[in-house]
């Protein structure tokens, strides 16, 4: 790999202090003057007509401003697939029925919080309970209550990808395998709860909104489409956010009303959601249900895929387009498929809408791939390791105009994985197993489903007189370290260091539109836009340097440690800054602007580019209790070139304890629709204490899509967990799950039921 000045290097992120010392200001930290605090008034009903709201009383209540109900409303509808308006199906409020517990149905704004939820208490509303539904496989079936009514057997949307010929690929198979698997939810569980502050000005009616949200720009088109207001009329403001991993995408219905309220007082109006509100009322990971079927030859080379998966919807569409298209691609990642095919089926039902959450898409579908692969490895006496090796891609390899993986080091972190694991794990113990999963993921999607006519990202530098850097650029920060990277990436680009540049980040009033933090995007993506609008100020100060040093200069000239200077002569050469000045006198005192846009072309139909490796998990099991004990992982990852390698470190670690949650704890039990464990008490978590110890080891390739080489980071990192923990439980014990969350009564039953397979 090429050895940089800045890009690589392990550097402390530009927001750290501000977030150690408590000094970071996050949404939910804002008040205004003459501020009001907005509560919401949710349905007790997964499905019903609303007959009636009565306000009156509790505007009588001391201190109640403002009641909005669904007629109170511009009646707009919103959703993240614009380009398909028959998929934005949600409104501020319910307007003639509820749809799932939880969804608001009128909204109070008081002078204080205690008001507000005593004036909650006080609206009456009259519903009439109509049939529920809350499993895909009974939404779909012709007698099924129609949560919409435009949408036929609640089929929400569906996907077919197909390559190859699958049948006749079948019939030249030497073996073939079908499995079913029924994956759970998950929920993103955010330190920081949703929560948004509003503020319109009855003047110039024009509408302000501080949010914690992954993207300004969504939230800004969902704003106008709800509120039937211009796009330029609202300005998104993104503080500092306390996580997101895809809950925030859209975080409209706590924005939407505190705009609503505060359009009807004239006064700021702040939402915040309480816990249960968070973990009830806001979109999580789809449930899904996958039936998959393979053919391979003797020697375990794949021939043939083909893949049936239904997901549960819940009540609305938001990501859950998204995810059953990415479900369809990454379940063949990171593997040479010459024949697939694929159906999926995303319903509605009466249940809160499951949408995209970290690695979307991809989390279900690696479980059920990567279980079934270890079984079959098994049954045709192949290692577990070498069957992925025999399979796996190589750069260049393109699947029928889906998608081309360009840099790919897959093949590298098996071996090396391989290597690892003789060395570190020779010692196993009675009841112990090794499991692996390869992984896979994108860095950012190519699709344009919000149909916007802007680039995917853009960046503006401006640099000062005594050139210092202004870095404009909208992408969102999350907890990623994404403001750190773009600061890295415009002060290599420039030769600077990064204390000459201030970021000014994610507001859409002045900056130019990014689609924000989901699937991996802003690295590339905006590094990319990042990089364009640096090196437009780079060209410029080459060309001053270039006609002071004398126009029969051909050597390429170098920006690098604050001077631009030749290549192949370092010591002639200029300051940085004296070029910086002598640019804008030349060009009769203009400020130097450079404008950076990146949207990826050619590519396929999924992404630009693709991060991957392969995870292992030690695990011993309790044969008396079902208790599993997670000793030790180790993850090979290809990133390209990591641009800061702490925060690649320290997102692969989040990643990886989320992936292990959703296989062995993290659940949401619900009953007619409603979920029955709200709260971290009941909500099982792992804790820091829980965690094995996690080994990262890098396989450095170099991604000619990204900035400097580099692509999706870590996001990939979060679908092996799961079933690399099964498989290793199924390589100690010869428990074979068919599901995710291994609590110790599933594990001991299906030890059970080997131990009674085996005296049969």
């Not at 006609?547 to 920006?559: P, S």
Request: proline fraction near 5%.
């Amino acid at each position: 790999m090429k050895e940089y000045s800045i890009i690589g290097k392990p550097t402390r992120n530009v927001d750290g202090v501000a977030k150690v010392t408590g000094e970071a200001v996050y949404a939910f930290d804002m008040t205004l003057p003459n501020m009001l605090y907005g509560k919401l008034l949710r349905s007790p009903h997964p499905h019903a007509k609303i007959i009636s709201i009565d306000t009156s009383e509790a505007e009588k209540l001391s201190g109640v401003k403002a009641i909005i109900t669904g007629k109170d409303t511009p009646g707009g509808k919103w959703g993240l697939w614009r380009r398909f308006p028959e998929l934005c199906d949600q409104t501020a409020l319910a307007m003639d029925k509820v749809r799932f517990i939880g969804e608001p149905v009128a909204a109070v704004a008081a002078v204080t919080e205690e008001i507000a939820h005593e004036a909650l208490d006080l609206i009456a509303v009259e519903y009439e309970p109509l049939p529920a539904v809350f499993e895909p496989m009974e939404a779909i079936k012709d007698d099924a209550p129609l949560v919409h009514d435009d949408f036929e057997n609640n089929i929400n949307t569906t996907r077919h990808i197909e390559w190859g010929n699958v049948d006749e690929a079948f019939k030249n198979a030497d073996y073939v395998r079908e499995d079913r698997f029924s994956l759970s939810s998950q929920h993103h569980a955010p330190m920081e709860v949703h929560n948004a502050l509003a503020s319109y000005d009855k003047g110039s009616k024009r509408l302000t909104v501080w949010a914690s949200t992954q993207s300004p720009y969504f939230l800004q088109l969902g704003l106008a489409d709800a509120l039937k207001m211009r796009e330029g009329d609202i300005r998104v403001i993104k503080p500092h956010v306390g996580g997101g991993y895809g809950g925030k995408n859209s975080t409209m219905p706590d924005s939407v009303n505190a705009a609503l309220l505060s359009m009807k007082t004239g006064r700021p109006v702040k939402i915040v959601f309480n816990r249960e509100e968070e973990f009830t009322t806001t979109e999580h990971r789809t449930a899904m249900d996958i039936a998959i079927k393979i053919g391979l030859k003797k020697d375990g080379t794949l021939v043939a895929k083909e893949v049936k998966l239904i997901t549960d919807g819940g009540a609305y569409t938001g990501l859950g387009a998204t995810t059953l298209y990415l479900a369809g691609t990454f379940v063949t990642f990171p593997y040479k498929t010459p024949n697939y095919r694929y159906d999926g089926v995303r319903t509605y039902t009466n249940k809160m809408w499951s949408s995209s959450m970290r690695g979307f898409g991809s989390v279900p579908a690696v479980y059920a791939a990567e279980i079934q692969l270890d079984r079959a490895a098994n049954d045709l006496g192949i290692d577990p390791l070498e069957i992925r090796r025999i399979n796996a891609m190589t750069p260049g390899y393109s699947a029928s105009g889906e998608y081309t993986v360009e840099s790919c080091g897959i093949l590298e972190c098996i071996d090396k994985m391989g290597k690892r694991v003789k060395e570190k794990w020779n010692d196993l113990g009675e009841d112990e197993g090794i499991g692996f999963a390869s992984f896979a993921y994108m860095s950012g999607g190519i699709f344009n489903w919000i149909d916007t006519p802007y680039a995917f990202s853009g960046a503006m530098v401006k640099v000062n007189i005594d050139g210092t850097v202004e870095l404009f650029t909208q992408a969102s920060d999350i907890g990623q370290g994404h403001n750190t990277v773009s600061v890295m990436i415009c002060a290599e680009e420039l030769g600077i260091g990064m204390e000459d540049i201030r970021l000014h980040p994610a507001d859409t009033a002045t900056t130019l539109a990014d689609l924000g933090a989901w699937g991996s995007r802003e690295t590339l993506m905006n590094g990319n836009a990042v990089r364009a609008a640096a090196a437009e100020i780079k060209k410029m100060l080459v060309a001053v340097a270039r006609m002071k040093l004398g126009e029969n200069i051909v050597y390429d000239l170098v920006a690098k440690n604050k001077r631009i200077y030749l290549e192949l002569r370092p010591e002639r050469g200029f300051s940085y800054y004296e070029l910086v000045k002598d640019a804008i006198k030349q060009n009769d005192g203009e400020p130097l602007i450079g404008i950076g846009h990146y949207t990826p072309h050619n590519k396929g139909m999924i992404s630009p580019a693709y991060g991957m490796g392969i995870q292992a998990v030690r695990a011993k099991v309790d044969r008396e209790t079902g208790l599993i004990e997670m000793k030790d992982v180790l993850v090979v990852h290809d990133c390209g070139q990591p641009i800061n390698p702490p925060a690649v470190r320290g997102q692969v670690e989040g990643s990886t304890q989320m992936g292990l949650g959703y296989g062995l704890c993290e659940n949401m039990p619900t009953d007619n629709g409603l979920i029955l464990n709200p709260s971290f008490v009941d909500y099982k978590l792992i804790r820091s204490r829980d965690m094995p110890t996690i080994e990262l080891m890098e396989v450095p390739t170099y991604e000619p899509e990204g900035p400097f080489g580099a692509k999706e980071a870590a996001e990939a990192t979060t679908s092996p967990g799961a079933p690399a923990l099964a498989n290793a439980v199924y390589h100690a014990v010869g428990a074979e799950f068919d599901s995710n969350v291994l609590k110790p009564e599933k594990v001991l039953n299906a030890i059970r039921a080997k131990e009674q397979k085996g005296k049969a």
